[in-house]
């Protein structure tokens, strides 16, 4: 099987009144989560849980998956490998410079953006979904 | 704060190469894998899973506790 043939269809779930419900559900966690305090254990609990019940739905009851591709392109999968190796280096260049002004990380420039609640409970609810995604896959 | 300005430009730049590698990899004819894809298929073993799900993990961590 290629990585063209397995081209995701856009499947939707055949129960949307609860994939609805489901999404709701994390939108309300996001809000609560994403407003409890950096650097404190309630935080840290906060990013466990959703970690915790995805291992366990990975490993214990996985969803209906989308088929992985058997091969990819070799050529084309460097493009994201090249991008994805220059992006940790820009970022510990960041770090090995020690200049935080001059040189910001990626956290660094990122952090002041999701400050106001509602980004932050969105930007939340988007690692919440991109971890659903992941087990799917 | 030329530098400065240097660091988030090649931010930009690589995170929008991301994009259009996205972009160009969902036209049908292109060689290139979806994100999706290429996560999947490092995904095929219970190690790769792992992997994945532990760097998924590790970013929510390190944006939103702490």
């Known amino acids: ?137 | 704060m030329i530098t400065r300005t240097i660091t988030i430009a090649g931010f930009a730049a690589l995170i929008s190469v991301m994009f259009a590698l996205e972009f160009m990899a969902r036209r049908g004819s292109s060689r290139i894998p979806t994100a999706g894809q290429w996560l999947g298929y490092l995904m095929r073993s219970r190690t790769g899973r792992a992997l994945v799900l532990l760097g998924w993990w590790w970013l929510g961590w390190h944006y939103f506790a702490r």
């Open chain 1, 1 to 137: 099987m290629t990585a063209q043939e397995t081209r995701e269809p856009g499947q939707q779930s055949g129960r949307p009144v609860l994939g609805t419900l489901a999404v709701l559900g994390l939108a309300g966690y996001a809000w609560v989560a994403s407003g409890l305090p950096p650097f404190s254990g309630r935080a840290l609990v906060g990013v466990l849980i959703p970690g915790a019940a995805l291992g366990l739905i990975a490993y214990g009851r996985p969803p209906e998956r989308i088929p992985a591709p058997d091969r990819i392109d070799l050529t084309g999968f460097s493009y994201w490998i090249i991008c994805v190796a220059a992006l940790l280096e820009w970022e510990a260049s960041a770090f090995r410079d020690n200049s935080l002004s001059w040189h910001p990380s990626l956290t660094a420039l990122i952090d002041p953006l999701i400050q106001p609640h509602p980004v932050r409970g969105a930007a939340f609810l988007v690692w919440l979904l991109a971890g659903w995604a992941l087990v799917r896959r």
